[in-house]
């Protein structure tokens, strides 16, 4: 059965320094993979997504993430934080004949000026 | 473009009762997926409808029901509500249901509370 799970429940990082969100998934097949965020009052926006091809991704508002098949892992980074960057981060995946997405717990980011 | 939208946006109700939540999907999408978040945690996918049909079901119990009208709005209705499905209520809209990397587009939620 596919899982996520994203370690750290709260991730706190001053303004200006890198950003580091971790997510580990479990798929039987090549899954494609997401990662969300979530302002306060706010439904989920897409930042960025894996399907095939690049194992770097590029997403929206500086963040990128790299697949690593051999870690099983979709971790999230940015190399600056900004104050905007406060939110709610959710890592999902998917596999391609199913019509859903697997969410992880969330990770809530903090950033001290 | 009108992006997706829910109402209401909250909602108080008494164990028990029933309840309907509207979802209306972004244009020229026909496939709309439900999801329950409860606090603290990551969304929770309850089902999908494609073209008027249900096209799959995470596991929620048959009390949780819905409908996909013609112009591809959803609702979603939940029978008998209890104390643990007080939650955040997220729609997606997405384009053709069955790619499932089509990227989903989600509404603000609406908030239940169950006293």
């Known amino acids: 059965a596919q899982s996520v799970t994203q370690l750290g429940s709260h991730v706190s990082v001053s303004e200006g320094a890198l950003v580091l969100l971790r997510c580990n998934y479990s798929?039987?097949?090549?899954?494609?993979l997401f990662w969300y965020v979530q302002y306060p009052n706010q439904g989920l926006q897409l930042l960025l997504k894996y399907t095939t091809g690049a194992t770097l991704v590029k997403g929206i508002n500086g963040f990128e993430a790299e697949f690593k098949k051999s870690e099983t892992s979709f971790h999230l980074t940015k190399p600056s934080a900004h104050m905007s960057d406060a939110a709610e981060y959710f890592c999902a995946v998917s596999e391609d004949s199913s019509y859903k997405l697997i969410f992880g717990s969330g990770t809530r980011l903090l950033v001290r000026p | 473009e009108t992006g997706v939208t829910q109402s209401p946006t909250h909602l108080i109700k008494t164990r028990g009762q029933q309840v309907t939540l509207r979802c209306s999907s972004q244009?020229?999408?026909?496939?709309v997926s439900w999801y329950q978040q409860a606090l603290g945690q990551g969304p929770q996918f309850i089902f999908q409808y494609y073209r008027e049909e249900e096209n799959g079901r995470g596991n929620f119990p048959p009390r949780f029901s819905g409908l996909q009208f013609p112009n591809y709005s959803s609702e979603l209705n939940v029978n008998a509500l209890e104390l643990d499905d007080s939650a955040l209520y997220l729609c997606a809209s997405s384009t053709e249901g069955i790619r499932s990397y089509n990227e989903q587009f989600f509404g603000p939620g609406t908030r239940l509370t169950v006293l």
């Open positions: 798929s039987s097949v090549p899954p494609y």
């Open positions: 244009s020229g999408h026909n496939t």
